[in-house]
Protein backbone atom coordinates (compact mmCIF):
# COMPACT_ATOMS: atom_id res chain seq x y z
CA UNK A 1 0.00 0.00 0.00
CA UNK A 2 2.94 2.47 0.85
CA UNK A 3 5.77 3.24 -1.70
CA UNK A 4 8.81 3.26 0.28
CA UNK A 5 7.56 3.03 4.15
CA UNK A 6 6.58 0.17 5.97
CA UNK A 7 4.08 0.09 8.91
CA UNK A 8 5.24 -1.71 12.37
CA UNK A 9 3.92 -5.15 11.98
CA UNK A 10 2.68 -4.93 15.54
CA UNK A 11 0.42 -2.30 16.58
CA UNK A 12 -3.21 -1.05 16.15
CA UNK A 13 -5.10 1.72 14.91
CA UNK A 14 -6.38 4.89 16.43
CA UNK A 15 -9.85 5.09 15.54
CA UNK A 16 -12.11 8.63 16.07
CA UNK A 17 -15.99 8.61 17.74
CA UNK A 18 -17.75 12.11 17.36
CA UNK A 19 -14.33 13.94 17.34
CA UNK A 20 -12.76 11.89 19.99
CA UNK A 21 -10.00 9.57 20.02
CA UNK A 22 -10.59 5.48 20.82
CA UNK A 23 -7.16 4.79 22.10
CA UNK A 24 -5.79 0.97 22.18
CA UNK A 25 -2.90 0.04 24.40
CA UNK A 26 -0.39 -0.28 21.55
CA UNK A 27 -1.27 2.31 18.96
CA UNK A 28 0.54 2.83 15.65
CA UNK A 29 1.42 6.58 15.59
CA UNK A 30 3.44 8.00 12.53
CA UNK A 31 6.18 10.74 13.45
CA UNK A 32 8.26 12.78 11.04
CA UNK A 33 11.79 13.65 12.69
CA UNK A 34 11.71 17.59 11.36
CA UNK A 35 14.02 19.45 9.56
CA UNK A 36 17.14 21.59 11.24
CA UNK A 37 16.86 20.72 15.03
CA UNK A 38 14.65 18.03 14.17
CA UNK A 39 17.40 15.53 14.17
CA UNK A 40 18.44 16.88 17.94
CA UNK A 41 14.67 17.33 19.17
CA UNK A 42 13.21 14.19 17.70
CA UNK A 43 15.15 11.26 19.49
CA UNK A 44 15.23 13.23 22.75
CA UNK A 45 11.43 13.26 22.60
CA UNK A 46 10.59 10.14 21.92
CA UNK A 47 13.24 8.41 24.75
CA UNK A 48 11.23 10.70 27.07
CA UNK A 49 7.68 9.57 25.43
CA UNK A 50 8.41 5.53 25.52
CA UNK A 51 10.48 5.85 29.25
CA UNK A 52 7.10 7.31 30.51
CA UNK A 53 4.98 4.97 28.98
CA UNK A 54 7.26 2.16 30.18
CA UNK A 55 7.39 3.22 33.53
CA UNK A 56 3.87 4.44 33.88
CA UNK A 57 2.26 1.36 33.04
CA UNK A 58 4.65 -1.60 32.79
CA UNK A 59 4.50 -2.71 29.42
CA UNK A 60 0.97 -2.67 29.15
CA UNK A 61 1.09 0.06 26.95
CA UNK A 62 2.96 1.02 24.44
CA UNK A 63 3.71 2.99 21.42
CA UNK A 64 4.48 1.48 18.51
CA UNK A 65 6.09 4.34 16.06
CA UNK A 66 6.05 4.74 12.20
CA UNK A 67 8.64 7.03 10.65
CA UNK A 68 7.43 9.06 7.63
CA UNK A 69 9.16 11.30 5.85
CA UNK A 70 8.05 14.86 5.33
CA UNK A 71 10.54 17.68 4.41
CA UNK A 72 14.66 17.59 3.51
CA UNK A 73 14.54 13.76 4.22
CA UNK A 74 11.26 13.01 2.33
CA UNK A 75 13.39 14.85 -0.19
CA UNK A 76 16.39 12.06 0.27
CA UNK A 77 13.67 9.44 0.17
CA UNK A 78 11.45 10.38 -2.49
CA UNK A 79 13.72 12.06 -4.75
CA UNK A 80 14.64 15.77 -5.16
CA UNK A 81 11.38 18.46 -4.71
CA UNK A 82 9.48 15.62 -2.80
CA UNK A 83 9.14 17.59 0.39
CA UNK A 84 5.28 15.77 1.49
CA UNK A 85 5.00 12.42 -0.26
CA UNK A 86 1.64 10.86 -0.79
CA UNK A 87 2.84 7.87 1.79
CA UNK A 88 3.47 10.30 4.33
CA UNK A 89 -0.33 11.76 3.64
CA UNK A 90 -2.13 7.87 3.60
CA UNK A 91 -0.58 7.05 6.69
CA UNK A 92 -1.34 10.30 8.63
CA UNK A 93 -4.86 9.81 7.51
CA UNK A 94 -5.02 6.06 8.43
CA UNK A 95 -3.49 6.19 11.78
CA UNK A 96 -5.20 9.49 13.00
CA UNK A 97 -2.64 10.99 15.68
CA UNK A 98 0.72 11.83 14.65
CA UNK A 99 3.74 14.03 16.08
CA UNK A 100 6.54 15.93 14.34
CA UNK A 101 9.46 17.95 14.64
CA UNK A 102 9.36 21.74 12.97
CA UNK A 103 10.01 21.73 9.17
CA UNK A 104 11.43 24.74 7.02
CA UNK A 105 9.50 26.84 4.90
CA UNK A 106 11.66 28.92 2.48
CA UNK A 107 10.87 32.68 2.59
CA UNK A 108 9.66 34.00 -0.19
CA UNK A 109 10.12 30.79 -2.39
CA UNK A 110 7.69 28.75 -4.24
CA UNK A 111 7.88 26.00 -1.44
CA UNK A 112 4.29 26.73 0.96
CA UNK A 113 4.95 25.54 3.62
CA UNK A 114 4.87 22.10 4.80
CA UNK A 115 3.35 22.98 8.18
CA UNK A 116 0.26 24.69 7.04
CA UNK A 117 -0.48 22.15 4.45
CA UNK A 118 -0.49 19.53 6.79
CA UNK A 119 -2.55 21.35 8.96
CA UNK A 120 -5.13 21.80 5.78
CA UNK A 121 -5.07 18.89 4.23
CA UNK A 122 -6.33 17.04 7.46
CA UNK A 123 -8.52 19.94 8.22
CA UNK A 124 -6.54 20.14 11.70
CA UNK A 125 -8.78 23.83 12.64
CA UNK A 126 -7.33 24.18 16.11
CA UNK A 127 -4.36 24.52 17.28
CA UNK A 128 -3.91 24.54 20.75
CA UNK A 129 -0.74 26.31 22.46
CA UNK A 130 -0.59 26.25 26.05
CA UNK A 131 1.58 28.37 27.81
CA UNK A 132 1.91 27.65 31.25
CA UNK A 133 4.70 28.47 33.58
CA UNK A 134 7.17 25.35 35.06
CA UNK A 135 8.47 26.25 38.70
CA UNK A 136 12.10 27.16 38.63
CA UNK A 137 12.13 28.30 34.47
CA UNK A 138 14.18 31.53 34.16
CA UNK A 139 12.65 34.27 32.52
CA UNK A 140 13.02 37.82 31.60
CA UNK A 141 9.63 38.30 32.74
CA UNK A 142 9.25 39.52 36.89
CA UNK A 143 6.35 36.98 37.18
CA UNK A 144 5.87 34.10 34.86
CA UNK A 145 4.12 32.17 36.86
CA UNK A 146 0.98 34.17 36.80
CA UNK A 147 0.56 33.28 33.48
CA UNK A 148 -1.59 30.39 32.32
CA UNK A 149 -3.01 30.69 28.90
CA UNK A 150 -4.14 28.14 26.14
CA UNK A 151 -3.95 29.92 22.88
CA UNK A 152 -6.72 28.10 20.67
CA UNK A 153 -5.63 29.51 17.18
CA UNK A 154 -7.52 29.16 13.97
CA UNK A 155 -5.54 26.86 11.70
CA UNK A 156 -6.86 26.59 8.55
CA UNK A 157 -8.06 30.18 7.07
CA UNK A 158 -7.18 34.28 7.27
CA UNK A 159 -3.41 33.94 6.06
CA UNK A 160 -3.48 30.46 6.12
CA UNK A 161 -5.52 30.10 2.89
CA UNK A 162 -2.22 31.71 1.27
CA UNK A 163 -4.46 33.46 -1.56
CA UNK A 164 -1.74 35.89 -3.18
CA UNK A 165 -0.50 37.75 -5.88
CA UNK A 166 2.53 39.31 -6.20
CA UNK A 167 2.92 42.96 -7.30
CA UNK A 168 3.20 43.04 -11.12
CA UNK A 169 1.67 40.16 -12.00
CA UNK A 170 -1.00 39.70 -14.36
CA UNK A 171 -3.79 38.18 -12.52
CA UNK A 172 -2.72 40.89 -9.26
CA UNK A 173 -3.13 43.58 -11.80
CA UNK A 174 -6.36 42.43 -12.85
CA UNK A 175 -7.61 42.26 -9.40
CA UNK A 176 -6.14 45.43 -8.55
CA UNK A 177 -8.16 47.18 -11.50
CA UNK A 178 -11.35 45.65 -10.80
CA UNK A 179 -11.18 46.31 -7.08
CA UNK A 180 -10.34 50.38 -8.05
CA UNK A 181 -12.70 50.80 -10.95
CA UNK A 182 -15.90 48.40 -10.31
CA UNK A 183 -15.82 47.17 -6.74
CA UNK A 184 -14.41 50.04 -4.77
CA UNK A 185 -16.51 52.95 -6.17
CA UNK A 186 -19.95 50.24 -6.06
CA UNK A 187 -19.26 50.41 -2.14
CA UNK A 188 -19.81 54.26 -0.79
CA UNK A 189 -18.71 53.45 2.12
CA UNK A 190 -15.37 53.00 0.46
CA UNK A 191 -15.13 56.72 -0.43
CA UNK A 192 -12.56 57.17 -3.01
CA UNK A 193 -9.70 55.00 -2.06
CA UNK A 194 -7.62 53.19 -4.32
CA UNK A 195 -5.33 50.30 -4.32
CA UNK A 196 -1.57 51.63 -5.37
CA UNK A 197 -0.94 49.42 -8.84
CA UNK A 198 2.31 48.93 -7.28
CA UNK A 199 0.79 46.85 -4.82
CA UNK A 200 0.81 42.79 -4.10
CA UNK A 201 -2.46 41.83 -2.95
CA UNK A 202 -3.68 38.73 -0.51
CA UNK A 203 -7.08 37.96 0.38
CA UNK A 204 -7.77 37.35 3.97
CA UNK A 205 -11.36 34.95 3.79
CA UNK A 206 -12.63 35.12 7.74
CA UNK A 207 -15.59 32.43 7.70
CA UNK A 208 -18.73 32.46 10.19
CA UNK A 209 -18.29 28.47 10.14
CA UNK A 210 -14.65 28.40 10.74
CA UNK A 211 -14.71 31.02 13.77
CA UNK A 212 -17.15 29.30 15.53
CA UNK A 213 -16.17 25.86 14.93
CA UNK A 214 -12.87 27.11 16.97
CA UNK A 215 -14.43 29.03 19.21
CA UNK A 216 -16.54 25.89 19.61
CA UNK A 217 -13.46 23.79 20.68
CA UNK A 218 -11.92 26.85 23.07
CA UNK A 219 -15.49 26.86 24.61
CA UNK A 220 -15.34 22.96 25.46
CA UNK A 221 -12.28 23.46 26.99
CA UNK A 222 -13.05 26.10 29.30
CA UNK A 223 -15.86 23.94 30.90
CA UNK A 224 -13.02 21.18 31.48
CA UNK A 225 -11.26 24.05 33.69
CA UNK A 226 -10.96 24.54 37.05
CA UNK A 227 -13.59 27.48 38.01
CA UNK A 228 -11.53 30.19 38.19
CA UNK A 229 -9.84 29.59 34.84
CA UNK A 230 -13.35 29.05 32.95
CA UNK A 231 -12.94 32.22 30.72
CA UNK A 232 -12.36 32.88 26.96
CA UNK A 233 -11.15 35.50 25.25
CA UNK A 234 -11.81 36.43 21.69
CA UNK A 235 -8.87 38.56 20.17
CA UNK A 236 -9.15 40.27 17.09
CA UNK A 237 -8.67 43.43 15.33
CA UNK A 238 -12.24 44.61 14.64
CA UNK A 239 -11.80 48.44 15.36
CA UNK A 240 -9.63 47.72 12.21
CA UNK A 241 -11.36 45.42 10.20
CA UNK A 242 -14.68 44.94 10.93
CA UNK A 243 -15.87 42.42 8.54
CA UNK A 244 -13.04 39.96 9.24
CA UNK A 245 -11.70 40.30 12.94
CA UNK A 246 -14.88 42.01 14.12
CA UNK A 247 -17.06 39.38 12.60
CA UNK A 248 -14.68 36.79 14.40
CA UNK A 249 -15.79 38.46 18.09
CA UNK A 250 -19.36 38.56 16.70
CA UNK A 251 -19.66 35.30 15.74
CA UNK A 252 -17.38 33.77 19.09
CA UNK A 253 -20.40 35.88 21.19
CA UNK A 254 -23.08 34.06 18.99
CA UNK A 255 -21.91 31.24 19.67
CA UNK A 256 -21.60 31.35 23.27
CA UNK A 257 -24.79 33.18 23.70
CA UNK A 258 -26.71 30.47 21.66
CA UNK A 259 -25.12 26.85 21.80
CA UNK A 260 -23.58 27.43 25.01
CA UNK A 261 -26.03 29.68 26.31
CA UNK A 262 -26.61 27.81 29.79
CA UNK A 263 -22.89 27.55 30.35
CA UNK A 264 -21.62 31.26 28.74
CA UNK A 265 -22.32 34.65 30.08
CA UNK A 266 -20.47 37.88 28.29
CA UNK A 267 -18.65 40.21 29.85
CA UNK A 268 -21.01 43.05 28.98
CA UNK A 269 -24.20 40.79 30.18
CA UNK A 270 -22.70 40.42 33.51
CA UNK A 271 -21.75 44.22 34.41
CA UNK A 272 -25.85 44.79 32.86
CA UNK A 273 -26.52 41.81 35.77
CA UNK A 274 -24.16 42.96 38.01
CA UNK A 275 -25.59 46.71 37.58
CA UNK A 276 -29.19 45.28 38.70
CA UNK A 277 -28.16 42.91 41.38
CA UNK A 278 -26.54 46.16 43.29
CA UNK A 279 -29.37 48.24 42.58
CA UNK A 280 -32.43 46.15 41.97
CA UNK A 281 -34.66 49.79 40.96
CA UNK A 282 -31.89 50.68 38.53
CA UNK A 283 -33.47 51.92 35.29
CA UNK A 284 -32.29 51.12 31.60
CA UNK A 285 -31.24 53.85 30.94
CA UNK A 286 -28.93 54.43 34.02
CA UNK A 287 -27.63 50.99 33.59
CA UNK A 288 -27.11 51.16 29.97
CA UNK A 289 -24.60 54.14 31.06
CA UNK A 290 -22.71 52.30 32.95
CA UNK A 291 -21.93 49.78 31.15
CA UNK A 292 -21.08 52.33 28.96
CA UNK A 293 -19.10 55.17 29.80
CA UNK A 294 -19.53 57.82 26.80
CA UNK A 295 -23.46 56.91 27.30
CA UNK A 296 -24.38 60.88 27.56
CA UNK A 297 -22.07 61.45 24.69
CA UNK A 298 -23.89 59.37 21.98
CA UNK A 299 -26.80 60.08 19.54
CA UNK A 300 -30.42 59.38 20.43
CA UNK A 301 -30.09 56.48 18.15
CA UNK A 302 -27.00 54.61 19.57
CA UNK A 303 -28.27 55.21 23.17
CA UNK A 304 -31.43 53.87 22.05
CA UNK A 305 -29.66 51.03 21.05
CA UNK A 306 -27.59 50.55 24.45
CA UNK A 307 -30.80 50.03 26.41
CA UNK A 308 -32.56 47.85 23.91
CA UNK A 309 -29.40 45.87 24.84
CA UNK A 310 -29.72 46.23 28.64
CA UNK A 311 -33.47 45.22 28.29
CA UNK A 312 -32.71 42.01 26.15
CA UNK A 313 -30.17 40.57 28.38
CA UNK A 314 -32.70 40.90 31.62
CA UNK A 315 -35.51 39.54 29.64
CA UNK A 316 -33.52 36.81 28.33
CA UNK A 317 -30.93 35.60 31.13
CA UNK A 318 -31.92 37.09 34.46
CA UNK A 319 -34.14 34.12 35.91
CA UNK A 320 -31.52 32.07 34.47
CA UNK A 321 -28.05 33.88 35.10
CA UNK A 322 -28.83 36.81 37.74
CA UNK A 323 -28.85 37.35 41.42
CA UNK A 324 -25.24 35.98 41.00
CA UNK A 325 -25.62 32.83 38.87
CA UNK A 326 -23.50 34.14 36.01
CA UNK A 327 -20.48 33.84 38.11
CA UNK A 328 -20.30 30.19 37.80
CA UNK A 329 -20.55 30.67 34.02
CA UNK A 330 -17.89 30.52 31.67
CA UNK A 331 -17.40 34.25 30.88
CA UNK A 332 -16.44 35.41 27.03
CA UNK A 333 -14.72 38.68 26.76
CA UNK A 334 -12.79 39.98 23.81
CA UNK A 335 -9.78 42.06 23.63
CA UNK A 336 -7.94 43.85 21.12
CA UNK A 337 -4.93 42.62 19.72
CA UNK A 338 -2.55 45.04 20.33
CA UNK A 339 -3.45 45.23 23.89
CA UNK A 340 -3.93 41.53 24.30
CA UNK A 341 -0.34 41.95 23.92
CA UNK A 342 0.41 44.29 26.84
CA UNK A 343 -1.97 42.34 28.88
CA UNK A 344 0.00 38.79 29.14
CA UNK A 345 2.42 40.53 30.34
CA UNK A 346 1.26 43.38 32.37
CA UNK A 347 -1.66 40.93 33.76
CA UNK A 348 -0.64 37.54 32.77
CA UNK A 349 -3.10 36.22 35.67
CA UNK A 350 -6.21 37.44 33.67
CA UNK A 351 -6.47 35.27 31.20
CA UNK A 352 -7.25 31.52 30.41
CA UNK A 353 -8.68 30.89 26.51
CA UNK A 354 -7.48 32.90 23.97
CA UNK A 355 -9.31 32.22 20.71
CA UNK A 356 -7.44 33.82 17.84
CA UNK A 357 -7.75 34.11 14.19
CA UNK A 358 -4.64 32.80 12.54
CA UNK A 359 -1.94 35.56 12.05
CA UNK A 360 -2.93 36.74 15.37
CA UNK A 361 -2.09 33.67 17.35
CA UNK A 362 1.10 32.88 15.55
CA UNK A 363 2.30 35.92 16.74
CA UNK A 364 0.73 35.95 20.52
CA UNK A 365 1.66 32.37 21.35
CA UNK A 366 5.70 33.04 20.30
CA UNK A 367 4.93 36.14 22.59
CA UNK A 368 3.17 34.06 25.19
CA UNK A 369 5.88 31.78 25.07
CA UNK A 370 8.87 34.05 25.84
CA UNK A 371 7.23 35.02 29.03
CA UNK A 372 7.23 31.79 30.34
CA UNK A 373 10.64 30.47 29.47
CA UNK A 374 11.31 31.13 25.99
CA UNK A 375 10.34 28.88 22.74
CA UNK A 376 11.97 25.72 24.08
CA UNK A 377 9.19 26.07 26.34
CA UNK A 378 6.19 26.10 23.79
CA UNK A 379 4.14 23.24 23.02
CA UNK A 380 1.34 22.63 20.77
CA UNK A 381 -1.27 20.65 19.15
CA UNK A 382 -3.24 20.66 15.78
CA UNK A 383 -6.65 19.24 15.98
CA UNK A 384 -9.43 18.58 13.61
CA UNK A 385 -12.50 16.07 14.01
CA UNK A 386 -10.96 12.87 12.63
CA UNK A 387 -7.05 13.68 13.16
CA UNK A 388 -4.25 15.45 15.45
CA UNK A 389 -0.91 16.43 14.55
CA UNK A 390 1.55 17.19 17.85
CA UNK A 391 4.35 19.73 17.05
CA UNK A 392 6.05 22.96 19.22
CA UNK A 393 5.19 26.35 18.33
CA UNK A 394 9.09 27.01 17.47
CA UNK A 395 10.69 26.28 14.37
CA UNK A 396 13.72 24.43 12.80
CA UNK A 397 16.09 27.14 14.51
CA UNK A 398 18.44 26.30 11.69
CA UNK A 399 22.04 27.95 12.97
CA UNK A 400 21.47 25.12 15.91
CA UNK A 401 20.73 22.15 13.70
CA UNK A 402 23.01 18.86 14.70
CA UNK A 403 24.62 20.56 17.58
CA UNK A 404 22.91 18.71 20.51
CA UNK A 405 22.44 21.99 21.62
CA UNK A 406 18.34 23.25 21.36
CA UNK A 407 15.92 22.60 24.18
CA UNK A 408 13.94 20.03 23.64
CA UNK A 409 11.06 20.67 25.79
CA UNK A 410 8.36 22.21 23.18
CA UNK A 411 8.45 19.14 21.78
CA UNK A 412 8.51 17.09 24.63
CA UNK A 413 5.53 19.16 26.18
CA UNK A 414 3.82 18.25 22.75
CA UNK A 415 3.97 14.81 23.29
CA UNK A 416 2.42 14.74 26.81
CA UNK A 417 -0.38 16.74 25.27
CA UNK A 418 -0.82 13.44 22.80
CA UNK A 419 -0.72 11.49 26.06
CA UNK A 420 -3.54 13.68 27.46
CA UNK A 421 -5.31 13.53 24.13
CA UNK A 422 -4.74 9.85 23.99
CA UNK A 423 -5.98 9.65 27.65
CA UNK A 424 -2.72 8.75 28.66
CA UNK A 425 -2.47 10.63 31.59
CA UNK A 426 -0.23 9.18 33.83
CA UNK A 427 2.52 8.56 31.76
CA UNK A 428 2.04 13.08 30.73
CA UNK A 429 2.20 13.42 34.42
CA UNK A 430 5.16 11.90 35.30
CA UNK A 431 6.75 13.61 32.18
CA UNK A 432 5.41 16.80 33.33
CA UNK A 433 6.81 15.97 37.26
CA UNK A 434 10.58 14.68 35.59
CA UNK A 435 10.87 17.98 33.51
CA UNK A 436 9.66 20.12 36.30
CA UNK A 437 11.84 18.64 38.29
CA UNK A 438 15.02 18.81 36.22
CA UNK A 439 14.18 22.53 35.45
CA UNK A 440 14.33 23.25 39.38
CA UNK A 441 17.52 21.08 39.52
CA UNK A 442 19.21 23.64 37.29
CA UNK A 443 19.46 20.68 34.77
CA UNK A 444 18.82 22.84 31.52
CA UNK A 445 19.83 23.26 28.00
CA UNK A 446 21.60 26.72 26.60
CA UNK A 447 18.18 28.65 26.59
CA UNK A 448 17.08 28.10 29.96
CA UNK A 449 20.89 28.00 31.39
CA UNK A 450 21.84 31.62 30.22
CA UNK A 451 18.84 32.74 32.37
CA UNK A 452 19.60 31.42 35.46
CA UNK A 453 21.07 33.18 38.22
CA UNK A 454 22.94 31.51 39.43
CA UNK A 455 24.92 30.41 36.33
CA UNK A 456 24.26 26.49 35.92
CA UNK A 457 26.24 24.74 33.45
CA UNK A 458 24.77 23.85 29.72
CA UNK A 459 22.77 20.04 29.32
CA UNK A 460 22.84 18.87 25.90
CA UNK A 461 19.82 18.43 24.25
CA UNK A 462 20.19 14.59 24.60
CA UNK A 463 21.29 14.74 28.35
CA UNK A 464 17.96 17.16 29.37
CA UNK A 465 16.09 14.37 28.13
CA UNK A 466 17.83 11.71 30.45
CA UNK A 467 17.68 14.05 33.50
CA UNK A 468 13.80 14.44 33.06
CA UNK A 469 13.64 10.86 32.80
CA UNK A 470 15.71 10.40 35.57
CA UNK A 471 13.80 12.95 37.89
CA UNK A 472 10.44 10.55 36.96
CA UNK A 473 11.90 8.40 40.10
CA UNK A 474 11.50 11.53 42.38
N1 LIG B 1 5.82 24.33 13.02
C1 LIG B 1 6.95 24.48 12.38
O1 LIG B 1 7.55 23.52 11.91
C2 LIG B 1 7.53 25.84 12.27
C3 LIG B 1 8.50 26.07 11.32
N2 LIG B 1 9.08 27.28 11.21
C4 LIG B 1 10.16 27.39 10.21
O2 LIG B 1 11.42 27.24 10.90
C5 LIG B 1 12.43 27.95 10.18
C6 LIG B 1 13.25 28.81 11.14
O3 LIG B 1 12.41 29.84 11.66
P1 LIG B 1 12.90 30.96 12.67
O4 LIG B 1 12.20 32.20 12.31
O5 LIG B 1 14.37 30.93 12.79
O6 LIG B 1 12.25 30.54 14.07
P2 LIG B 1 12.62 29.36 15.06
O7 LIG B 1 11.47 29.20 15.97
O8 LIG B 1 13.06 28.16 14.33
O9 LIG B 1 13.89 29.89 15.88
C7 LIG B 1 14.02 31.20 16.34
C8 LIG B 1 14.85 31.23 17.61
O10 LIG B 1 14.05 30.72 18.67
C9 LIG B 1 14.85 30.01 19.59
N3 LIG B 1 14.46 28.60 19.57
C10 LIG B 1 13.73 27.93 18.65
N4 LIG B 1 13.60 26.65 18.99
C11 LIG B 1 14.24 26.49 20.16
C12 LIG B 1 14.43 25.38 21.02
N5 LIG B 1 13.95 24.17 20.76
N6 LIG B 1 15.18 25.58 22.13
C13 LIG B 1 15.66 26.78 22.42
N7 LIG B 1 15.49 27.86 21.66
C14 LIG B 1 14.79 27.72 20.53
C15 LIG B 1 16.29 30.20 19.13
O11 LIG B 1 16.72 31.43 19.70
P3 LIG B 1 18.24 31.77 20.13
O12 LIG B 1 19.08 31.46 18.94
O13 LIG B 1 18.17 33.21 20.48
O14 LIG B 1 18.58 30.94 21.29
C16 LIG B 1 16.10 30.36 17.64
O15 LIG B 1 17.19 30.95 17.00
C17 LIG B 1 11.71 28.74 9.09
O16 LIG B 1 11.86 28.02 7.89
C18 LIG B 1 10.27 28.76 9.54
O17 LIG B 1 9.40 28.90 8.48
C19 LIG B 1 8.79 28.31 12.07
C20 LIG B 1 7.82 28.14 13.03
C21 LIG B 1 7.09 26.92 13.18
O1 LIG C 1 5.14 26.85 8.66
C1 LIG C 1 5.94 27.70 9.00
O2 LIG C 1 7.05 27.81 8.48
C2 LIG C 1 5.61 28.66 10.08
C3 LIG C 1 4.52 28.18 10.97
C4 LIG C 1 4.45 28.93 12.22
O3 LIG C 1 5.05 29.96 12.41
C5 LIG C 1 3.62 28.41 13.30
O4 LIG C 1 2.95 27.40 13.15
O5 LIG C 1 3.62 29.03 14.37
MG1 LIG D 1 4.77 30.74 14.44
Given at each position: MYEKIVAPTTGSKITFKDGSPIVPDDPIIPFIRGDGTGVDLWPASQKVMDAAVETAYGGKRKINWFKIYVGDEACDVYGTYQYLPQDSLDAIKEYGVAIKGPLTTPIGGGIRSLNVALRQIFDLYACVRPCKYYAGTPSLHKTPELLDVIIYRENTEDIYLGIEWPKGSETGKKLIEFLNNELIPATPEHGKK????????????????????????????????????????????????????????????????????????TERESWVLGNKEQNPDISLEDNARLIDPGYDALTPEKQAKIRQEVADVLFAIWDSHGSGQWKEKIMVNDRIADSIFQQIQTRPGEYSILATMNLNGDYLSDAAAAIVGGLGMGPGANIGDECAVFEATHGTAPKHAGLDKVNPGSLILSGVMMLEYMGWQEAADLIKKGLGAAISNGEVTYDLARLMEPPVPELKCSEFAEAIIKHFAD
Open positions: QIRLDSGIGIKPISKSGSQRLVRRAIAHALRLPKDKQQVTLVHKGNIMKYTEGAFRDWGYELATTEYRAQCV
